[in-house]
């Protein structure tokens, strides 16, 4: 996602300048985790559409693969579909796998990408350098990851989960209820219920792809879809009327739709950031499991998990990191699991403390966790990973749910936590496939 909204905003940046129909030659330059795990992240792909003009959310899956043929096998590249290059990988696509950052940057991430854009002559028409951030975000080099204003100011800002719960107790109201607030001061009310039902509607439709969808995940490592065949023994339970004398078979439904998630994510399918795609299984997991086990669920429940989740997740973004690249994979899918875990207290009508308690004790128990996915694809052990997140997710809301008697620990001091223990984390275990699992077992 941000490699491909990287690329995309260069070629604009272009177009707006007058300078498009100039480019003769382009080249793209991969840095620290986006050329270490690139190939095995689709990053190469994602380039290649984002110069064409694409977009993740409106681009048809199905039409990517030969839309990628076509640009290699005739080595042209059209940029915004409007101005045709020469365009030969091994020239052009270039991934420094032994450099963190591009020369003379600023800003220091580990996932950098550098677009030059050159005339007739071989002069350099314009340089771009950008930063993935987490969750589909780009920086250019130089602008803060915090540096997207809003279109309007926001009539309750918070940056702390104290400030946000100070907020609520003021005003009488929910964490759903302020994020709400702010979502209206930049649309109507209207556009954003639809907004979030329209998010649910793509996570719904993407745990169905992966459901029925069966067939070897691309990448190499051969590893073979596995929802498929767990939704089959699990509705085959309850056809035969088995599956009521399992109190835990709900995890296991639970655990299907996380996994159906991130084997479409590893395919190459639409998923929804929440915060990642290499988390985006966690989020619809947890919902699916409130819409279909928890007695009187409904709408107005799920609108209150998703603003919950959301309000929780600016706190990650505003105070730590969403990349693994940055921070490990508690920054994925520990995040992932924190948002669900309060997000899924709010459905049930719990009270804002209860909340912030869920996403702490969420969070708390994924701290340290590496991001080491082997061959730099997000298979093993990412898809299982967030399975085990969406679990954490309910056990978390529901020891929150269960305590009379508050906690010691803060969301505010755990986030602070994760990200120090982030930045101490050797940079190997960041979703470099250097180290870990990626380096201790062996590639069949």
Known sequence: MGPMRAARR????????????????????????LALTGLGHGTDRAVLLGLSGEEAQTID??????????????????????????????????FHRDRMYPPDSV?????????????ATGSVLKSATFFSVGGGFIVADGESASAMPAAAPLPYPFRSAAELLAMAADNGCSIGDIMFRNECALRSPEEVRAGILHIWDVMQACVQRGMVTEGILPGGLNVRRRAPRLTARLR????????????????????????????????????????????????????????????????????????????????????????????????????????????????????NGE???????????????????????????????????AVKAINAAR??????????????????????????????????SLAGLALNVIEC
């Open 10 to 33: 260069f070629v604009v940046e272009l177009a707006a300048e007058g300078r498009l129909d100039h480019v003769a030659n382009l080249r793209a330059e991969l840095y620290g985790s």
């Open 61 to 94: 899956p199905a039409t990517v693969d030969t839309k990628l043929a076509t640009i290699r096998s005739a080595h042209t590249l059209s940029l915004l579909g409007r101005r045709s290059i020469p365009f030969h990988e091994a020239d052009d696509l270039i």
């Open 107 to 119: 800003t220091q991430h580990p996932n950098g990408v550098r677009f030059t854009a050159f005339d």
């Open 236 to 351: 085959e339970k309850q056809r035969t009327g088995t599956a009521g004398d399992d109190p835990l078979a709900p995890l296991d439904w639970v655990t299907v739709y996380a996994m159906a998630v991130n084997e479409e994510n590893a395919a190459g399918g639409r998923v929804v950031t929440a915060p990642t795609n290499g988390a985006a299984g966690v989020v619809p997991a947890v919902a699916h499991y409130y819409l279909h086990f928890i007695p009187g669920a409904d709408e107005a429940g799920i609108l209150r998990y998703f603003l919950t989740s959301a309000a929780i997740g600016v706190l990650y973004k505003e105070n730590a990191s969403i990349s693994g690249a940055e921070v490990g994979c508690q920054g994925e899918v520990g995040v992932a699991c924190s948002m669900a875990a309060g997000g899924l207290v709010a459905a049930l009508g719990g009270t």
């Open 355 to 389: 909340i912030e308690h869920a996403a702490e004790i969420a969070m708390e128990h994924n701290l340290g966790m590496t991001c080491d996915p082997i061959g730099g694809l997000v298979q093993i052990p990412c898809i299982e990973r967030n399975g085990m997140g």
């Open 399 to 432: 020891m929150a749910m269960h305590e009379t008697e508050g906690h010691k620990l803060s969301l505010d001091q755990v986030i602070s936590t994760m990200y120090q223990t982030g930045l101490d984390m050797q940079s190997r275990y960041k979703e470099t």
